[in-house]
Nanobody
Framework: QVQLVESGGGLVQPGGSLRLSCAAS????????MSWVRQAPGKGLEWVSAINSGGGSTSYKDSVKGRFTISRDNAKSTLYLQMNSLKPEDTALYYC?????????????????WGQGTQVTVSS
């Protein structure tokens, strides 16, 4: 069965960095686009970034452009999100999500599998 397991979250001071990972199994990882989606306390789901199946095309929410970098290692079936210059407003539960096909999708209702999430807290 499809499994997505996130890791790498934690507590970091403003301006700090974290690298999230999402280990995928149960499907042909290299055939599907993947995304990172977050949910802040008391708020709805917010798409953050996406990458196509081959890794050659990426997309970012405006507020994270220049600070976050999405990448993937298809040989290891793993998705990453490098987060630099973190701000308190980045505090959220971060999920990785699988798209239906190889192309980038930014609508959260279009994802068919989700991980359990990893908590990122940015605070001094």
């Amino acid at each position: 069965q499809v499994q997505l397991v996130e890791s790498g979250g934690g507590l970091v001071q403003p301006g700090g960095s974290l690298r999230l990972s999402c280990a995928a199994s149960g499907f042909t990882f290299s055939s599907y686009a993947m995304s990172w989606v977050r949910q802040a306390p008391g708020k709805g789901l917010e798409w953050v970034s996406a990458i196509n199946s081959g890794g050659g095309s990426t997309s970012y929410k405006d507020s994270v452009k220049g600070r976050f970098t999405i990448s993937r290692d298809n040989a290891k079936s793993t998705l990453y999100l490098q987060m630099n210059s973190l701000k308190p407003e980045d505090t959220a539960l971060y999920y990785c999500a699988k798209a239906h096909g190889p192309y980038i999708v930014v609508v959260t209702t279009e994802y068919d599998y989700w991980g359990q999430g990893t908590q990122v807290t940015v605070s001094s």
